[in-house]
């Protein structure tokens, strides 16, 4: 299931600021982070955003969101997509958590937070979105926390609508065989964990660098 929205983030409460607790928090997190990784400077995870011909940074721009598991690093194997527990999405509970590869069975997806199965078709695969370079920002910024802040950040181009290929998806209710086709044909930039390590170390603000990333 894929997402769509082109309701400003913010005002759909999907963005909402940190509390100072919270900011508080992600800094003493990112600070332990800092010390595991500094030295290896290995991500386990891949945040992808993938924009389509029209887009711009000086303007809103239609993308797609994708979160993968960075298998490569670790196994020597390929990286598995992560899927977005619909709970919230669907109001039966208040979780978002992702779901990773191990945790698939047979065409149903366990989420191991509120442990509820789901079919192929109910999970939350990419988000689609209109948005600013700075709300793209601010919703990179989002998962990138929930992603233990451990991630590659991709952006990727193609010369197609990538809209055209997610409603194909959709309709088809397939694990990305249709946005796979559009994301293996251009790859962009990388942000990787080492140099966010770096940047965001000698004092740079996470957000100021993923915003200045994005719109490189």
Known sequence: ???????????AGILAPLT??????????????????????????KIEIM???????SKPSHGAMSF???????????DTVLYICPGRHKGINECEAFIPD???HHGFLVCP??????????????????????DWTRLTLKYYLRLELSADIYIKYHPSDIRSAAQKEQERQQFGEQLDVVRSKR??????????IKDTSAGAALEDRIFAFIVS
């Open 1 to 11: 299931m894929t997402i769509v929205s082109s309701t400003p983030l913010v005002e």
């Open 20 to 45: 100072p607790e919270e900011a508080a928090a992600v800094e003493a997190k990112k600070q332990a982070m800092d010390k595991v990784l500094s030295t290896a400077g290995l991500a386990k995870y």
């Open 51 to 57: 924009f389509g011909k029209n887009y711009a940074p």
């Open 68 to 78: 993968w598991e960075s298998g490569s690093k670790f196994h020597g194997g390929g």
């Open 102 to 104: 191990h945790w698939h």
């Open 113 to 134: 937070k509120c442990h509820k199965m789901w079919k192929g078709e109910d999970v939350v695969g990419q988000i689609m979105a209109v948005l600013t370079a700075r």
């Open 187 to 196: 790859a962009s930039k990388i942000y990787p964990l080492r140099n966010i």
